[in-house]
């Protein structure tokens, strides 16, 4: 079976066409209608129609889809091509034999670049945030938004699908990846990315690979092991590209084990292209191919933004040998094939105007499903409404907005960054930008009949004379993140904690939300009664914080990453920081020296398979809150658990157990399930090998039933290249998070 290509476009033409067969005469440029031309016969296979087309092209159209044209602050690229769509990328097409142009956009939780477009986009909530739902029919409507909206904006190709799992918090992308766990991630991403290409947009999944930090990415050199790469940061990949089909794959700015990312055969060839199956093509990140022949033959297909490498240079490479004629033509069929398979062929985007409402709806209940609530002691929350008489509401703007993520994910927010003066909200690169969905408002809404009063947050005596004045404090506490940098560290910015400290002390009654990229620690955690990540909520994140507040909304969502206690209990002491000769520093004529590859400089990822909570398991260490943590206004049991080996080939489990709300309200619980792999297979303690999300009233109970892969329950042997099931005890642990396991049953494999 084919793996990787795209859901086959519904057949959109009409059945004349598609009685023209596969019969191939040589078609010049005046033959006729395009519709006529035999490879838009969408009977024929993608690869059928790639290959047809390939046949017909001289050299300059191949090298023409091998690159981009350009990006308007990058010399010495050319300008942006006259009928590009305004996103990050654009590939000429070729007119004559029928292909369009490929009109890419940056689309990590909304499509960028509406802004300066004059377009609209909705902006969903982060990746991280999203992911905590644990739920893939969410991931897949995630995906299927950022779809419609790249179609009606005019694009095709979709930039979104990063998967870069959390080894390191601080990195600046954090929230624009889909957390610690590989299955999690690769699952998750794999779900986005069906739902994007359902719309008949190529979509891609990035950034492949090991690009954990930020500072110094064009020129860091990771050191990792096979089997712990393979176990965790490419296992999110593989799951993600077998799951999900991407007919892109975007590779990284960084080197793995000495080569460049977009130059290196081990990840674009060995894996990607063999082992994997993987059908469509890769793309450079911006700048970041760094030769010709060589990333040729490692297996990158095409050049982003310019053509450094594969415009002229590819000719000339072609032309002298240096670069077999077969091999460019394989570049060329793998991209054609994808937009076939796509069905950018068959049904080109058409411009429309974007469904806000629509839009609105869907990101606010992907907020409300994203919102972990981590604390509630007393059950401070949900509050009550119609009890109150006077709520203090503090900090982060929470009169006007909420935080959104920077870089090439920024969604530019309507009317634009809601801090600033009206029309004046223009916003640039690493701007911080609030996005207008006001909490103050949307509290007020749901408690009219009290007194809501707001204090900016930037002094705390005031703040804390107003909390003192109310019965109920919320405190709004932000991390800003961004492409382009790392977190120095993982305390919120700006003196919050000692804000939250200061209203905590002044009232019993405060409740944290926190707007965060990544995890974050909390000196205050103890001195507070309730707290909820909200992530970056989006359009509508002010409506879900207070839906789940007053309780319209019972929070069901858990963490996709450890919150560790301190930065300490991190595996490294801080992300290593570049020389000064690795850097550019917005230097004038930068990308020559990208282009030529920065002196290296060297991360070693030592702490190989323990990444995330199999790091603090293996340590012993301790945390703020486990991965897969979060309550709910109600409470679950867990019982019954048996654990069945399905089939003969081993390894295949079936998992059957009870759950129950024994709280009063209705909910859904996330039930996790781990696995200890047998002493022999030297694994950290437990992985995540399953869930499902369980929908309860009060007092119900439901037997669930969660099948294992033993896929999941495999180590990677080096030795034979190979995944392997280790004969011995597998320990099945199931619960409600990471660190609350209730039940457990061994079974063994031969
Ligand atoms: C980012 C990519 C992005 C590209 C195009 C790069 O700087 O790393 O994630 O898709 O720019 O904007």
């Not at 894996?271 to 093509?281: E, I, P, R, S, V």
């Not at 801080?574 to 020296?593: F, H, L, M, Q, Y």
């Amino acid at each position: 079976m084919d793996l990787t290509q795209c859901p086959r476009p519904k057949t959109l033409l009409p059945v004349s066409i598609l009685i023209l067969g596969i019969a191939l005469a040589t078609v010049s440029a005046q033959s006729g209608s395009l519709d006529k031309l035999p490879w838009m016969n969408a009977s024929l296979s993608p690869d059928e129609r790639a290959a047809m087309v390939v046949k017909q092209m001289t050299i300059d159209e191949k090298i023409t889809l091998l690159h981009g044209t350009g990006l308007k602050d990058l010399s010495p690229m050319s300008p942006l091509a006259r009928d590009s769509n305004g996103g990050a990328g654009y590939v000429m097409g070729i007119p004559r034999l029928g292909i369009p142009a490929i009109q890419m956009s940056d689309a990590a939780y909304g499509v960028r670049q509406s802004g300066e477009n004059g377009r609209y986009s909705t902006a969903l909530p982060s990746d991280l945030g999203a992911a905590a739902s644990w739920d893939l029919d969410a991931g897949y409507e995630y995906g299927a938004l950022i779809g419609r909206e790249l179609r009606a904006q005019g694009y095709n190709m979709s930039l979104g699908g990063g998967v870069n799992i959390t080894r390191e918090p601080r990195n600046g992308r954090t929230f624009e990846y889909m957390g610690e766990d590989p299955i999690l991630a690769g699952r998750r991403v794999g779900s986005v990315i069906r739902g994007t290409q359902a719309q008949h947009v190529i979509g891609d999944i990035k950034h492949y690979a090991l690009n954990d930090q930020e500072s110094g990415r064009n020129a860091v050199n990771v050191h990792i092991d096979k089997r712990p790469m393979r176990e965790s940061d490419l296992l999110a990949f593989e799951i993600g590209i077998r799951e999900g089909h991407p007919a892109a794959v975007m590779c990284s700015y960084n080197r793995v084990n000495g080569d460049y990312a977009c130059e290196n055969s081990y990840l674009l060839t060995d894996l990607l292209k063999k082992d994997w199956n993987f059908k469509g093509f890769v793309l450079s990140d911006w700048q970041g191919a760094h030769s010709t022949a060589k990333a040729s033959a490692a297996g990158l297909d095409h050049e982003e933004p310019g053509e450094i490498f594969f415009g002229d240079a590819m000719k000339q490479a072609v032309q002298s040998g240096r670069v077999p004629m077969i091999e460019l033509d394989e570049h060329v069929h793998r991209i054609l094939r994808s937009m076939f398979a796509c069905g950018v062929i068959d049904d080109p985007p058409q411009k429309s105007v974007v469904d806000v409402v629509g839009g609105f709806e869907v990101s606010r209940r992907i907020a409300e499903h994203g919102i972990v609530l981590l604390r509630n002691e007393n059950s401070q929350l949900p509050l009550d409404a119609s009890r109150l008489h006077s709520i203090a509401v503090i900090g982060a703007h929470a009169d006007v907005g909420m935080i959104s993520g920077g870089g090439s994910a920024q969604v530019d927010p309507p009317g634009g960054n809601a801090i600033m003066p009206p029309g004046k909200g223009a916003t640039k690169w690493q701007d911080h930008i609030w996005f207008p969905t006001s909490p103050l408002k949307t509290i007020r809404a749901k408690a009219p009949a009290a007194k809501v009063q707001f204090d900016p947050g930037t002094d705390s005596a005031s703040a804390a004379a107003l909390a003192k004045s109310a019965e109920v404090a919320i405190v709004f506490a932000y991390q800003w993140e961004s492409e382009g940098m790392d977190l120095d560290s993982l305390s919120l910015p700006e003196h919050q904690d000692d804000l939250i400290a200061a209203v905590a002390a002044a009232n019993p009654h405060t409740i944290v939300v926190l707007e965060t990229g990544s995890s974050v620690t909390m000196p205050w955690a103890g001195q507070v009664s309730g707290i909820l990540e909200a992530w970056y909520a989006g359009s509508q994140g002010a409506e879900a914080v207070a839906n789940v507040i007053f309780g319209d909304v019972n929070p069901s969502a858990k963490l996709p990453i450890t919150f560790p206690r301190s930065e300490a209990d991190l595996p490294h002491r801080s992300i290593v920081k570049p020389p000064r000769e690795s850097t550019t520093n917005g230097e004038p004529d930068a990308w020559k020296k990208i282009a030529a590859g920065l002196p290296a400089f060297q991360t070693t990822y030592d702490e190989g398979l323990k990444v995330g909570y199999k790091w603090y398991d293996a340590e012993k260490k301790e945390v703020l809150f486990p991965f897969g943590y979060g309550l709910s206004y109600s409470t679950y049991s867990y019982s019954a658990l048996r654990v069945t080996p399905v089939g003969t080939s081993g390894g295949n489990m079936r998992l059957n157990f009870t759950v129950t709300n024994t709280g009063s309200r209705p909910g859904v619980e996330i039930a996790e399930v781990y696995a200890a792999l047998p002493a022999a297979a030297a694994e950290p303690p437990k992985r995540l090998v399953g869930w499902s999300r369980v929908k309860l009233n009060p007092a119900q109970s439901k037997e669930v039933t969660v099948e294992i892969d033993p896929r999941y329950l495999s180590i990677f042997n080096v030795e034979r290249n190979a995944w392997q099931l280790v004969p011995g005890d597998y320990t099945f642990l199931v619960g409600g998070s990471s660190q609350n396991l209730p039940l457990q049953e061994s079974v063994s494999l031969k």
